[in-house]
């Protein structure tokens, strides 16, 4: 065990980690199992309007291992600390994970996206990671996940498939709620928020070049893509939450160490 940096953001703990100590968490987790599935959480202004001061709270259920995502909350974790907080993206996450599922035999499922978009991963996965295997495509709609009834049907479902690692892709707050009511339901041990990920695999949305990542301007790159869809969540509701930061505390958390850890590439 080691000890990390971490950032309580009301109640929520952000954790001071790179994207091989996230791989590294995860292939332990489905090595040795736990009481509860593991959820990483990505941390970005666009999760500070939603979550935390008396809105959605993230519950008991799961497991939650909060990264830092998005430059803001990366660079006030930096400042509060003094030393590097490194940049821990689902985009760069998922195809490590999905490279490690390949390689140790998990099995990985997709809930969310349209079937349009799932006919363009399937392939694109197919190509990249050959020995892949996948359990199963979801794409609900918003009446199926609200209503109780069709709700379980699909967690039946999804369970049956018997994923190890579910992405889910329903958008910001949906996706994390969902995990919070039906992930323990799925039989999934590791859940990943990454809807927007993979959307960058299928190819239906491009990803900012490195340039634009590097300047912490990834955010501005999407919102040219798609302005009417992301104007609001950028341009009125992300100043008012990154407002939050301010607020920030220091703490220390118990950090567990695999003894082969992964790699991103």
């Known amino acids: 065990m080691s000890t990390r940096s971490a950032m309580l953001l009301d109640d929520e703990q952000v954790v001071c980690v790179t994207g091989t100590d996230v791989l590294d968490r995860i292939r332990l987790r489905i090595a040795e199992g736990g009481a509860r599935p593991l959820a990483v959480c990505s941390v970005n202004v666009d999760h500070l309007h939603h979550f935390g001061r008396g ?32 940049r821990v993206t689902g985009a760069d996450l998922l195809p490590a994970i999905i490279a490690l599922a390949a390689e140790l035999g998990w099995r990985i499922g997709f809930v969310g996206g349209t079937p349009a978009m799932h006919a363009r991963l399937a392939p694109a996965l197919a190509e990249r990671y050959p020995a892949l295997t996948v359990a199963g495509y979801w794409a609900p709609e918003r009446a199926e ?32 709620q969902w995990i919070d009511e039906a992930g323990p339901g799925t039989g999934a041990q590791v859940l990943l928020p990454f809807g927007a990920a993979a959307d960058f695999l299928a190819g239906t949305v491009s ?5 634009w990542q590097r300047a912490g301007a990834e955010w501005l790159y999407r919102l040219l893509q798609e302005p009417r869809r992301l104007g609001r969540r950028y341009l009125l509701q992300g100043p008012r939450a990154a407002l939050r930061l301010r607020r920030v505390r220091l703490d220390r958390v118990t950090w567990p160490e695999a003894s082969r850890p992964g790699e991103l590439p």
């Open 145 to 176: 996940i609200d209503d109780p009834a069709a709700a379980a049907r699909l967690e039946d479902e999804i369970r049956s498939a018997t994923p190890t690692v579910l992405v889910v892709g329903l958008g910001k707050p949906r996706q994390e």
């Open 207 to 211: 990803r900012a070049p490195s340039a």
């Open 55 to 86: 809105r959605r709270s993230l519950g008991p259920r799961v497991e939650w291992l909060s990264v830092a995502d998005g430059a803001p909350v990366a660079g006030r974790g930096a400042l509060a600390a003094g030393h590097p907080w490194p």
